[in-house]
């Protein structure tokens, strides 16, 4: 049964690189000055901004509390392009394979992770639910405010 469950997130997982990695070829299309184009309407700012936020979520969650590796939450700045928030994805992506092997078999029990120094009890499979449910609200935004930039965003689905 674990391993069943964890064929099915590791699926999942691959949709969502399917549609991350549609994201970034377009993402490359722009210029790195519209990358980085602050815009106070959408929550980080940039691009750029938005991308870190969401390997600072992965790497929060799944890297820090579940897994328990320590991290180093670099600012915005010390990403100076897509191919640097490419590399930080890569970093989250090993996260999430440790994280699937680690908890397999256990998806649903619950462990006991600190935040802001609080001790909650969650699921792994609640973690992993919650880290990629925020990359594509994100990535929502991210298509938005390229449109905002002048981009027409491509279809960046998991069904197309």
Request: one cysteine or more; a negative charge; proline letters at 2%.
């Amino acid at each position: 049964m674990g391993e069943e469950i964890k064929n099915t997130l590791t699926s999942q997982y691959a949709y969502v690189l399917y549609s991350r990695n549609t994201i970034i070829e377009y993402i490359k299309t722009m210029s790195i000055e519209d990358f980085l184009t602050e815009n106070s309407s959408f929550g980080r700012g940039s691009i750029r901004n938005l991308l870190v936020h969401i390997c600072d979520t992965y790497a929060a969650w799944i890297g820090l509390r579940a897994l328990n590796i320590q991290q180093e939450f670099k600012p915005f700045s010390y990403y100076k392009d897509i191919a640097d928030c490419i590399t930080y994805f890569e970093e989250i992506d090993s996260y999430i394979n440790t994280f699937l092997h680690k908890f397999e078999g256990s998806y649903e029990t619950e462990i006991e992770i600190q935040r802001n120094g609080d001790i909650l009890k969650i699921s792994p499979l609640r973690l992993f639910t919650h880290t990629i449910t925020h990359e594509f609200h994100h990535k929502g935004q991210i298509m938005s405010l390229s449109r905002h930039l002048g981009y027409t965003p491509v279809d960046a689905d998991i069904i197309r």
